[in-house]
C-alpha cells in the first residue's frame, strides 16, 4: 500500500463489507473459509486432482449450510390451480376450491 491513508480506507471497505474485522464473528469467517476453499477447488481443478476437488466443494457446502436435510413434499398440501375457460365473466371471478371446482365441456 503506498500510504496510510489507503490503509485506513481498505479496512474501512473491509468494515463496510464484512462487519467489525477486530470482531472474531461467525459469519466472516465463514466467508474467509469459502473463499479459501474455493480457491482451494480452483487449483485442484486445474491440477485434474477431482478428489480434492470434490471435497472443497464439499466443505463449501457444508459451511454455507447446503446439506440441510429438507422434508419429504407433502404432495397433499399442494394446490394445482384448474384453468376455467368461459366467455361468461361471472363464472371466470368465483373463488371456488379445488373440490367445489366443476369441469367445463366445449359442448
Known sequence: MDSQREAYRVCNNSEILFGDVAANNKEGLR?????????????AKIEDNLKEANRALENVARL???????????WDKIFI?????????KILHQNKSIAEAEIITAE
Not at 466467508?31 to 487449483?43: D, H, P
Not at 390451480?81 to 365473466?89: D, K
Request: glycine fraction near 4%; avoid cysteine.
Open 31 to 43: 466467508v474467509i473459509l469459502t473463499e479459501y476453499f474455493l480457491k482451494l477447488y480452483q487449483a
Open 64 to 74: 454455507n449450510s447446503l446439506y440441510k436435510e429438507e422434508g419429504t413434499i407433502d
Open 81 to 89: 390451480p384448474v384453468p376455467v375457460y368461459s366467455s361468461n365473466p
